[in-house]
Nanobody
Framework: QVELVESGGGLVQAGGSLRLSCTAS????????MGWLRQAPGKEREFIAA????????YYADTVKGRFTISRNNGKNTIYLDMRNLQPDETAMYYC???????????????WGQGTQVTVSS
């Protein structure tokens, strides 16, 4: 079992930047691959990025490639998502999730956090 707690969400203007954090606890959280996903009102949950347990392999959705960066600090049991050039249509609840192996599909993650809201104003 892995518990995940996200933080760092908030209100940002279009074109701005934000860093999200996710702290993991429980049974060997550093052995899990991690990912970030988001869900806007009325839409399905969308995969954004994933990182392997070592931190040397990263994967991105085409919509965020080049603007978002996922990273992890296993010494702090924390995963980060650095986002830049945010746009209003990226307003959503952002979730951190864990999986036994790297996955890029929302329905394949094993554990989820409660989410942190990101609102991008125009």
């Amino acid at each position: 079992q892995v518990e995940l707690v996200e933080s760092g969400g908030g209100l940002v203007q279009a074109g701005g930047s934000l860093r999200l954090s996710c702290t993991a606890s429980g049974r060997s959280p550093n052995n899990y691959a991690m990912g970030w996903l988001r869900q806007a009102p009325g839409k399905e949950r969308e995969f954004i990025a994933a990182i392997n347990y070592r931190g040397d392999g990263t994967y991105y959705a085409d919509t965020v490639k080049g603007r978002f960066t996922i990273s992890r600090n296993n010494g702090k049991n924390t995963i980060y998502l650095d986002m830049r050039n945010l746009q209003p249509d990226e307003t959503a609840m952002y979730y951190c999730a864990a999986s036994v192996v790297v996955v890029t599909s929302a329905d394949k993650f094993d554990f989820w956090g409660q989410g942190t809201q990101v609102t991008v104003s125009s």
